[in-house]
């Protein structure tokens, strides 16, 4: 089972090997950015095989990194796979992001129609070739050759070489100058990037980033920094005094031109946040690609679902539960012995506050935010409540759980079978289910012997539980 955790600064140096050898051309999947980003991203990692997972918290939901190999797509779509269970046994809804342009028809595949597909203009990525930048050739680079020209020609002693450790506290002037008398005031964007860029200073060497410095009579007017992440360098710093006519187009070239070796074809000059000024000026640069970055949010067969049916069979009703029958919905969910093997401890999570309704709510909340699909179990002839089953644990590819509980007066019946059977039928049927399994405690044999007697085949053990599975063959 995937294991994650909180990443906190120190960790995102173990993310190296990945990141180094990333072939997605996609600027997230790099040291400096996880760094820099860190606050806004709150991310975790976690590892399966030889994958990295990254995770992020954005809106309250947990977003996915399309999973990193070493060796290859069968480990990814392997890595893949835990993510799903993990999703599914955490009750989190799947969405991934990040997904480059040429995994994502698996990914729709693998997903079928139950997939939604978005991708965000203002985050995709600004891909260029690195050969450009030596010499902004030909007609449609002319306007930054002018620029570097005369930058040239007004500071004739313009040096550019690499950053060393000794140049920090020189670097930290030139940011302060840079901030006092070009940075937005109300730029938050903007305050929360310099202040990374002052925190990730330190590490520049540590995280084998490329760094340089455009000097003019013995003054620093530009700053830079890259990273090496597979054919392409990815640009995480560029600030330039803007009162030093062609700075930026000079430092952007002179840095192409000193790190740009064999093998490094592009670069990655990140995207424009949805800034319109910003958007003007990368694509002024004349970008070979727009890295896509593709959200897919998986689906499942309860997202379809716009309200909970009602079943009928021989002697039974399956139907939500009514406002009428809250205290008996109560009696049947709050029975701490009775529950012992339903799988959790409702009072784990019920408010101190709360009253006999709360029990029935709850279960709305559930289907609501379609958690799970609860069933009031009605005797047909009497009309009363005898009991409870669910559908939860919605996977990606067909498959549900199903549970069930009786109050005791109702047991022995044969009740809890009938439920079983019918809400299985309907799970193929209505919710075109390709599977439904179901478990229970070893201790339990009694439930044991009903989900056999509902036409489920045991699949095996452990030491907690029992599992069962029945198909639409079956």
């Not at 600030?239 to 093998?263: D, I, M, N, P, W």
Request: charged share 30%; aromatic share 14%.
């Amino acid at each position: 089972m995937l294991k994650f955790e909180h990443t906190q600064k120190e960790d995102i140096l173990h993310f190296r090997p990945w990141f180094e050898r990333q072939k997605t051309h996609i600027g997230d999947y790099s040291l400096g950015f996880q760094f820099m980003w860190h606050k806004a991203l709150t991310p975790d990692f976690a590892f399966y095989g030889d994958c990295l997972i990254l995770r992020e918290l954005y809106a309250g939901k947990y977003y996915f990194y399309y999973p990193l190999s070493l060796s290859g797509e069968q480990a990814e779509t392997e890595a893949l796979g835990e993510i799903e269970k993990f999703c599914r046994d955490n009750d989190f809804r799947l969405h991934f992001t990040n997904v480059p342009r040429d995994r994502l028809p698996a990914l729709v595949l693998r997903y079928g129609a139950n997939v939604s597909v978005s991708d965000n203009r203002r985050w995709r990525d600004y891909l260029y070739f690195a050969e450009d930048f030596k010499t902004y050739p030909g007609k449609k680079h002319a306007g930054r050759r002018n620029h570097v020209n005369k930058f040239k020609k007004l500071y004739p002693d313009l040096s550019f070489r690499p950053y060393r450790k000794e140049d920090e506290a020189r670097v930290v002037a030139f940011l302060k100058e840079y901030e006092s008398v070009q940075l937005g005031k109300e730029d938050r964007l903007a305050d929360e990037e310099l202040a990374e860029v002052y925190d990730i200073l330190p590490h520049l060497q540590e995280f084998g980033l490329f760094a340089g410095i455009l000097e003019t009579g013995g003054k620093i007017v530009a700053f830079t920094a890259g990273e090496r992440c597979g054919d392409m360098i990815v640009v995480h710093i560029e600030k330039a005094l803007r009162s030093y006519e062609g700075a930026y187009q000079t430092v952007a070239q002179q840095f192409a031109l000193a790190f740009c070796g064999e093998g490094i074809t592009y670069l990655n000059r990140m995207d424009d946040a949805g800034d319109l000024g910003l958007r003007k000026s990368k694509l002024q640069y004349l970008p070979c690609e727009l890295v896509d970055k593709y959200n897919v949010i998986a689906g499942r067969a309860i997202d379809t679902v716009g309200k909970l049916p009602e079943i009928t069979t021989e002697r039974l009703i399956l139907r939500p539960v009514q406002d009428d029958d809250a205290e008996t919905y109560a009696r049947l969910a709050g029975d701490t012995d009775r529950n012992k093997f339903w799988g959790f401890d409702y009072r784990e999570i019920m408010p101190k506050d709360a009253d006999i309704g709360w029990f029935l709510q709850s279960a709305r909340e559930d289907f609501h935010y379609r958690m799970e699909m609860p069933l009031g179990i009605y005797l047909k002839e009497s009309g009363r409540l005898a009991g409870e089953t669910v559908l939860h644990r919605f996977g990606y590819h067909g498959e549900a759980e199903i549970g069930m509980r009786l109050l005791k007066e109702y047991e022995g019946y044969g009740y809890a079978q009938e439920a079983v059977r019918a809400y299985t039928d309907y799970a193929f049927s209505k919710l075109n289910l390709e599977r439904v399994e179901a478990k229970c405690n070893v201790e339990n044999i009694r439930s044991a012997k009903t989900l056999l007697s509902a036409g489920m085949r045991e699949d095996g053990k452990d030491d907690t539980y029992f599992y069962f599975s029945r198909t639409p063959e079956m």
